[in-house]
């Protein structure tokens, strides 16, 4: 846990020192002072929202600091813009890969840049034998003539930090690299970066596999609201330290606790559970899913970004058409494989990206709140016309209910706020009455009191009989609501658990558990 | 007062901004009254309702499938086809009404197919549709080797176009009609719901369990249908099943849908808007038409008239 000591040394490639940011009144980063030598990688950790995007925001030029100053290779490019520090050597590698498909490699890498020859034609063969070249001075795996569509994920990888070496750059941002990548491919990954410091490169790591920081990083930093904990040294450090750093010290929840009196339907004088799921798999993600939650239960569900949690919550909501096992709502079995279904068994799915997949951002949030179920707004059979007056009264009831701030029933769902937003879908499901509510990240991206709103919102349901599968990143709000965890890595459940744990102590088990499983998929790749 | 005035011509301003084809379209009309010699009478305007009824049919049938966030660009073809086969039942002596069922049945069917080959097999409608505009104008010219054929049928003649009803021509009654079921599945009934959503958020429909193939498949249905209906209507007004009737006329629908309001991009839109739209490009063939503009001219103007239109009304 020793900190590495550093001053601010010459050998650095990057010195962001002192940065503060506010957005209006709220402070996303305080006086942030981060480093990157030549030939180094420096991990990045932190919680979702933690300010560990914004921090790379600021480095790149997209947003600008409140006070303080970036030194980069000795320079000051704290004015400088976007393209201006791309030009002198910052690169960021994004998740989404910008490569083009349908071009080779060499085209790939030398787009906008081509070598021309007589008559200003493309001069592919030395574009080719350029490419090449550069591949084999960092000895990559490639074949410059490739077409990069026909490449596995690691490669394209590859292709993109390639075409931002060639350009120059110094210093590598990379923002949760492997998370596309099997197994297999995060070794190559690796194996790159380890190229990359050789030759002289520095990286700035994001990720939130400590087992990959603590193996990769030479040093590790951790940003917890908005300040920057470290720099520490990985050979000095564990998991569990790391774990106990980036978590809340118990008592100092800054949300108040249960205001409603949680009254808990015991499964035994039901009988059915409210969900029974056994041996689920999809053909790529999940494999062995067997649990089930009682009327009024509340299961979180804890795992690394990637671990197949809202892949789980959509298999069980039908939206995905290759999941085989059986499934079964308050004792009647559902096929998976369909929405109408699943919804029509008492199935309802708060998703994750509420702009994309939650609301028709462009159309009224009475209608919004309809839409699952508009043939029941129907007057006078299927051929009927809708029901209005039905529509403005659920409206009403929601709003009020809810406490929904907004101009009326007719505004469009995307003016709303956040918070807002997800209220409405979390509306269109209740009226729905369903028995089962799967809830995937449903406080991110809102406001505290929106939170709070939302916590609230979810134990009322659960004290009304529904069966509530909790998916969520942020380990204080699941041991908060939960009344079981199960823990999720590599596609499986691995662990079923009490909530009698503290955060630290879950957010060792989370990455623990994904080390394991890795480890045990790696054998089963090797053998 | 005035904080409440601020508002007042803010929702004005709104107003304005929004329906800003209207006020071209007035404008446009204005012009012609004043200018344009014998203009505004009843006849005038029921001339201009006779010629627009078959875009504007056809186009509340395409509003479906551009709100869906499609295109069909087969609705001219398979009117001409639909006239053929509506003018070679009638010639077989099967009855007028029979033969006009068969018909929009058939054309139902062609959209349903483009639907089905759109959704399950991920085909873009663009090309989809395109390809069934050559097929189905190659079939209208093949059944009977290019020839027209005559339709001497009273019953069909009267009931699509020749005929009047309280004093009004049936190729406005259609239009009225077509209207008002359009109007009525579209805003009225969930199934327009259904369509609004998959138009703007085809993802967020699918996680509220609409299934957005079968919306698309139904919307393609229904402009199959109401093209097909065009075409009986203009084999009617011409007494003959002719094979290049409907050719072109595709571009005049997708241009009425646009004006009318309909966002290209799909989850915008309404029924008379389109129908606005299309007696919007009628008055302007017309006005232009009476001021004594040669016909190569309009075709200009019109054009011209469309596409600023179209940029006013942008969202």
Known sequence: ?527 | MKSSSMPMRASAMNFFRDHITYVIFLAITLYFVLFAPHFASVSTASAVLRITAIVSVMAIGMTFVIICGEIDLSVGSVASFSGMIGALLLDQSVPAYVAALLVLGAGASIGAVSGVLVTKLRIPSFLVTLGMLSIFSGLALTITGTRPVSIVDDDFSNLFWNGSFLGMQAPIWWTIVLTAVGYYLLHQMPYGRRVYATGGNAVAARFSGVRTDGVKIFAFAISGMTASLAGLMLAARSTAGNPSLGAGLELDVIAAVIIGGTSLFGGYGSIVGSVVGAIFIGILGFGLLVLGLSTSIQEVIKGAIIIIAVSLNRR
């Open chain 1, 1 to 527: 846990m020793a900190e590495a000591k550093t001053s601010p040394s010459q050998n650095a490639i990057v010195a962001m020192q002192r940065i503060s940011k506010s957005f209006g009144a709220n402070r996303v980063l305080s006086d942030i002072s981060f480093e990157v030598m030549a030939g180094e990688t420096h991990a990045l950790l932190g919680e979702n929202g933690a300010g560990k995007s914004t921090l790379m925001k600021i480095l790149m030029g997209a947003y600008r600091t409140d006070e303080g100053r970036i030194l980069f290779a000795g320079e000051d490019v704290t004015a400088l813009s976007l393209r201006e520090r791309i030009d002198r050597g910052i690169a960021m590698i994004f998740q989404e890969l910008s490569v083009l498909p349908n071009r080779s490699v060499a085209e790939n890498l030398f787009i906008l840049r081509e070598p021309l020859a007589f008559g200003m034609r493309v001069d592919t063969r030395t574009m080719v034998r350029d490419a090449q070249a550069l591949i084999e001075r960092y000895a990559f795996s490639l074949d410059a003539s490739a077409r990069v569509g026909d490449l596995a994920f690691a490669q394209r990888q590859m292709v993109e930090i390639l075409k931002a070496i060639s350009r120059g750059a110094k210093l590598l941002v990379m923002d949760e690299p492997t998370s596309s990548l099997t197994i297999h491919e995060e070794e190559t990954l690796f194996r790159t970066i380890g190229q990359l410091k050789q030759g002289g490169i520095g990286i700035v790591y994001i990720s939130h596999r400590m087992a990959d920081v603590l193996r990769l990083s030479d040093r590790i930093s951790i940003i917890k609201d908005g300040r920057l904990v470290g720099p520490l040294d990985p050979s000095k450090t564990s998991i569990e330290d790391i774990a106990a750093m980036m978590s809340r010290p118990r008592g100092d929840a800054p949300l108040p606790t249960a205001t409603v009196p949680a009254k808990r339907h015991p499964a035994t004088s039901i009988g059915a559970s409210a969900l029974e799921v056994r041996d689920l798999a999809t053909s790529r993600k999940l494999s062995d899913i067997s649990f089930s939650i009682d009327p009024g239960e509340i299961v979180g569900l804890a795992g690394l970004v990637g671990s197949g949690r809202s892949t789980l919550g959509k298999a069980l909501f039908g939206i995905l058409p290759d999941v085989s096992g059986h499934i079964s709502v308050a004792g009647e079995p559902v096929r998976p494989g369909s929405v109408s279904r699943a919804i029509a068994a008492g199935v309802a799915l708060v998703p994750e990206d509420r702009r994309l997949e939650g609301l028709v951002g462009g159309r009224s949030i009475e209608e919004n709140l309809a839409l699952p179920r508009l043939s029941d707004f129907s007057l006078a059979g299927p051929l009927g016309p809708m029901a209005k007056a039905r529509i403005a009264a659920l409206f009403r009831q929601y709003r009020d209910d809810l406490n929904i701030l907004c101009r009326g029933p007719l505004q469009k769902a995307q003016e709303l706020s956040g918070g807002n937003q997800q209220k409405i879908v979390f509306a269109k499901w209740l009226a729905m009455k369903p028995k089962l509510l799967i809830l995937d990240e449903p406080t991110s991206g809102v406001d505290v009191n929106a939170k709070r709103d939302m916590r609230e919102l979810v134990r009322r349901t659960a004290g009304d009989g529904v069966a509530v599968l909790l998916i969520s990143s942020e380990l204080e709000e699941l041991l908060d609501l939960s009344d079981r965890i199960l823990v999720m890595a590599q596609g499986r459940i691995t662990r079923s658990m009490g909530s009698a744990h503290d955060e630290t102590g879950l957010r060792a088990l989370l990455q623990a558990e994904a080390a394991r499983q890795t480890s045990v998929h790696a054998q089963g790749v090797a053998a």
